[in-house]
């Protein structure tokens, strides 16, 4: 079947940095997109990896290994108000249409 | 404003009384989608469409009825509500493929009695 792992709760400090993995198993690849989602709010866009490689945006960058199914959102110099859900989603190439969220990931900023 | 909007933001109902949550985007993008999110499931997909009269089934379509007559809007209708379709429902839309930066509306809360 098609899925993404991702860790359930990560907690850090203000001014750490925090990195939320993302492993999928899908029957086919197209890219791997990061969201994040504030409590009772939208999700809301933060990168998308379609290559190897790290792709960065100010403090949060994202990593994507095809070979390895596996990606990872990086956020650094943490702030309180990255307190929030972060989901890893894949496209599904088989049907171009498709795109699977994993279950999410609720990273807690303490000061 | 480019945003996509959706109605109602919140609504109860009881089982078997059919509904329409409608959602409207004003960015002319091509792609539409809908979600469900419950807890401890992230969002998964119900219906999505490519472009205008093509939709098609997600992860989780069963119960669950869209249409796409027109770019702007993309109707997410339940004919016989469930108390399991209680959810919080999610329409996003992005110009062109699934994975590029999805634009979601601010969501429907929706409970079934």
């Known amino acids: 079947g098609q899925s993404l792992e991702q860790p359930s709760e990560v907690t850090a400090v203000e001014g750490a940095i925090v990195q939320i993995n993302c492993t999928y198993q899908t029957s086919g690849f197209y890219g791997l997109s990061w969201y994040q989602q504030h409590d009772g709010g939208a999700p809301t866009f933060l990168s998308y990896?379609?290559?190897?490689g790290l792709e960065e945006t100010g403090r949060f960058s994202s990593f994507l290994s095809r070979s390895d199914s596996y990606g990872y959102l990086l956020l650094q110099e943490l702030q309180m108000k990255d307190s929030a859900s972060y989901f890893c989603?894949?496209?599904?190439?088989?049907?171009?249409?498709?795109?699977?969220f994993g279950q999410g990931t609720t990273l807690q900023v303490k000061p | 404003e480019a945003q996509v909007t959706q109605n109602p933001r919140y609504l109860i109902t009881v089982t078997g009384k059919k509904l329409t949550v409608t959602c409207s985007q004003n960015m002319n993008h091509e792609y539409m989608s809908w979600y469900r999110q419950d807890p401890g499931l992230g969002l998964r997909q119900i219906y999505y469409?490519?472009?205008?009269?093509?939709?098609d089934k997600g992860d989780v379509p069963e119960g669950y009825k869209v249409s796409r007559k027109e770019k702007r809007n993309f109707p997410l209708i339940l004919e016989s509500p469930s108390p399991n379709q209680t959810s919080l429902y999610f329409c996003?839309?992005?110009?062109?493929?699934?994975?590029?930066?999805?634009?979601f509306g601010p969501g429907t809360r929706l409970t079934v009695l």
């Open positions: 469409s490519m472009n205008v009269e093509v939709t």
């Open positions: 989603a894949v496209r599904d190439q088989s049907n171009t249409g498709k795109l699977i």
């Open positions: 990896n379609a290559l190897d």
């Open positions: 996003a839309s992005t110009t062109g493929l699934a994975g590029n930066e999805q634009f």
